[in-house]
């Protein structure tokens, strides 16, 4: 577990009270949310694992990295490519922001309606408490929503190392041209960064790392549809929050042993709630280590979550690299088809997230979806009003909920929650 007192805080320049309130905080929320799980796969053992030294062993080889030459790049997003980061040489983490800190000095910046986890990564900064913010030698923020476009303004004031991507808005040629653009011009900073030159077989590499990442998290995720389902939601979330700062093979692995026990479970017909339990399907914003207060209140409300359709989730995860070209720009091109398709809500219009929340509740036979908005998400609120009419069309119920991180609302939700379930039986 984790010490509060190493020195490689202080070498970081963490708040080592700050921190130490941090390691509690995430301390008490797995042993509260995970561990008190009944009929949990062994292979979860991993990711308990890997949780208890989210603060400790993973920092510890990135800084033993660091002093070896491996440069550390930190996203905010999904549509920073992993690829990219390995082919140049350095390892990409991602700066989860899933949970309220130093609020008071973060507001003294941001207007208070601004959403949760643009606040978070603020606090994470300002209450100097992240060991992934401070070891990373490049910070990577994106022109995605306006809260986090603005923000990043305020934020380069206290990061001397952010790098600021601009992504297209419409799913344009003229898009797709500009993230070719973009995709090219962060190969550059990262080549400076690190001093290595991306080549054909670097690149290659990087791809087919990434790949069998998401390989193997396609494949927890198949597993999910079987009746009665072998895994928690709050389980696989876990598996989907440990792909952002995890070594990458070692994660696939996991998540391949993973696989392989709840294979069988299936094979038996064995699930980690009764068969029957109502299927929900979660969709909207993402969340982030250690937002985990929906998901806690669904399955501690009488019902099971089959799929994620979610940056921490399918629709960070899903489509693979085409790793066939031989050129540099051939693969950069095949980079850039696969990011293109993500289908977050910043797009206009964005027809295809609604085809792919729809696809889900039927792939993962979902009886009902919840949709996750943070408070002030313009772009994931505004788009849970035509994601319920559809899946009213389809006949599938859907149930809004809109909240941030406090425990405040949790009571309230849960009576929500309990009542939909309940519709669902
Ligand atoms: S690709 S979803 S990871 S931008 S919740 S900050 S949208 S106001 S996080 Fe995201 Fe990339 Fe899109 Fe995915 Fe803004 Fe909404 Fe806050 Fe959000």
Redesign the pocket.
Known sequence: MASPHDPMWLELGLDLAAHDQLLSVLGQGCAQVFLSQQNRPQGMDYFNFVMSEVHGLRVKELVDGKKAGVKVVGS????VPEEIVRAAGATLVGLCSGADFATEEVEKLLPRNT?A??KSSFGFKLGKVCPYLESADMIVG?N??D??KKAYETLGGLIQNLYVMDLPQMKSAEGKALLKAEFIRFAKAVENLTGNTITVDSLKKGIAIANAKRAAIHRLAALRKAGPAPISGLDALLANQVFFYDDPVRFTQSVNALCDELEKRVAEGTGVTPKGTPRILLSG??MAVPNWKLPFIIEHSGAVIVGEES?VGE??TRNLVDASADTVEGLMDALVERYFA?D???FTPNPDRLAHVAEMAKKYNAQGVIHYG?N?????QMEAIPVVEKLAAMGIPALKIETDYSAEDAGQIKTRIEAFVEMLR
């Open positions: 905010y997003c999904v549509f959403c986890l643009i994106e995605t929503c809260g986090k914003c993402p940056c629709r960070g993500i977050c809500a910043i943070l002030f998400c313009q772009p994931y």
